[in-house]
């Protein structure tokens, strides 16, 4: 069965940086798309990041766009999220997650990890 496991949240203060991992088991690994998607209490789910099956492609959502870094080692089978100039309002859940297509909508996912709490302090 498909597992995925996020770790290196945290927390930190604004200005600073955190990296995310996002170990997978269970499926062919670089067969698939893998995207970060967070959610803030009381907010919607939103797409942060999305990366090809052979890291050659990214996507960004606008609200991360110069500051967040995907990226992924097939080998590892491990995707990545490197936060950098972090905000107050970055504070939210990251989950990470196997996409259907290279795309941001959360509706191309289908497997998704526990999530790791990000808290950012101003």
């Known amino acids: 069965q498909v597992r995925l496991v996020e770790s290196g949240g945290g927390l930190v203060q604004a200005g600073g940086s955190l990296r995310l991992a996002c170990a997978a088991s269970?499926?062919?690994?670089?067969?698939?798309?893998m995207g970060w998607i967070r959610q803030a209490p009381g907010k919607e789910r939103e797409s942060v990041a999305a990366?090809?099956?052979?890291?050659?492609?990214?996507l960004y959502a606008d609200s991360v766009k110069g500051r967040f870094t995907i990226s992924r080692d097939n080998v590892k089978k491990t995707v990545y999220l490197q936060m950098n100039s972090l905000k107050p309002e970055d504070t939210a859940v990251y989950y990470c997650?196997?996409?259907?297509?290279?795309?941001?909508?959360?509706?191309?996912?289908?497997?998704w990890g526990q999530g790791t709490q990000v808290t950012v302090s101003s």
């Open positions: 269970g499926l062919t690994f670089n067969s698939y798309t």
């Open positions: 997650a196997r996409g259907a297509i290279l795309a941001l909508p959360t509706r191309y996912y289908n497997y």
């Open positions: 990366i090809n099956e052979n890291g050659g492609s990214t």
